[in-house]
């Protein structure tokens, strides 16, 4: 049997929560996968993924909850190599307020667009003419 | 038309243009691995064929290369004699390394007998190495100076122009 000795997961610290086993190790192992994003993949999470390197991310996974690391702990883990392309749900909540503030700057300008039209006065529809036959033709149509 | 509307409405043309004309010609699923510039992860795995274990700690000194690859890997084909003849080039100033993973070692073994061999090649049997590395697909290869930190990685099978560009920045 290869031995493997994973020095790397000193840099994990301590581990924070409290070691995982039957059931509830199968349910957080896939919910935390689901979290991460297969890098050999179009926009799949590690847990629908079927490929080999996202089956070792989950097993990864699955170790870690084994021995007691927290969801933050193996998240943090994850994107220490991978960076943050690895999370499925961006770490700050303004990615998803942008487009709600990009959609609110965009009715104010509309709101004031249209505030500055009902402003300017109407145009007179009669042009004003110099001809005293077509501005007695008007005033007769007009009258009618 | 208004004139702020054309003003307003040309700098977010030139703005995406800008962004179309930087995304050109790059790898949509190319990205920098945030290792470049930290220690590189421990590792301690055996050798295929020998059962040595090789422990990247020892290994510093000298600028090491690490190659990730399995033979189920097309590119890793077109790779390895590249791979192979730059390591006699380089000979000591230079550490090889291979790490293969999601494979077996009858398969490793055979590949590595066909093909020749000029430096350890290590299984990664669970494919932890691989995963602390951030490695996505194989043939990735990384470049670490004489004190172990990651300078330097390449996705893809790479030249003998691409590993003498890297280890420029390893040799610094």
Request: glycine content about 8%; overall charge neutral.
């Amino acid at each position: 049997m290869i031995t493997v000795l994973f020095l790397a997961l000193l840099q994990l610290g301590a581990s924070q929560g409290t070691p995982l086993t039957g059931a509830a190790l199968d349910q957080r192992t896939n919910e935390i996968a689901a979290l991460l994003r297969c890098p050999v993949c179009q926009g799949m999470s590690v847990a629908d993924s079927p490929s080999t390197v996202a089956l070792d991310m989950k097993q990864h996974v699955r170790d870690l909850l084994a021995k007691g690391y927290t969801q933050e702990q193996i998240l943090a883990e994850f994107e220490r190599s991978y960076g943050q392309f690895v999370l499925l749900k961006p770490k700050t909540p303004v990615v998803w307020l942008l487009p709600v503030i990009a959609l609110l700057i965009g009715v104010a300008v509309l709101v004031m667009k249209l505030r500055k039209l009902e402003a300017v006065p109407t145009r007179d529809p009669r042009p004003a003419t110099s001809d005293p036959y077509l501005d007695r033709v008007r005033q007769l149509v007009e009258d009618k | 038309m208004n004139r702020s509307v054309l003003i307003v409405g040309s700098l977010i043309g030139v703005a995406l243009l800008g962004v179309l004309f930087l995304a050109l010609g790059k790898d949509p699923q190319h990205i920098d691995s945030p290792l470049i510039g930290h220690p590189a992860p421990a590792f301690s795995l055996k050798a295929v064929g020998t059962g040595q274990t090789i422990d990247l700690e020892k290994l510093r000194g000298r600028p090491v290369i690490i190659n990730f690859w399995a033979t189920w890997c097309g590119p890793c084909y077109d790779e390895h004699p590249t791979l192979v003849q730059n390591a006699q080039l380089l000979g000591d100033q230079v550490q090889f390394v291979g790490v293969v993973f999601n494979d077996t070692e009858d398969k490793i073994q055979s590949f590595l007998r066909e093909r020749g061999s000029a430096y350890p090649t290590l299984l990664d049997q669970q494919g932890k190495t691989a995963i602390a590395y951030g490695v996505g697909g194989v043939p990735e290869t990384f470049f670490l100076n004489r004190q172990g930190t990651i300078v330097a990685k390449y996705a893809g099978p790479m030249s003998s122009n691409d590993i003498q560009n890297n280890l420029k920045k390893a040799l610094q």
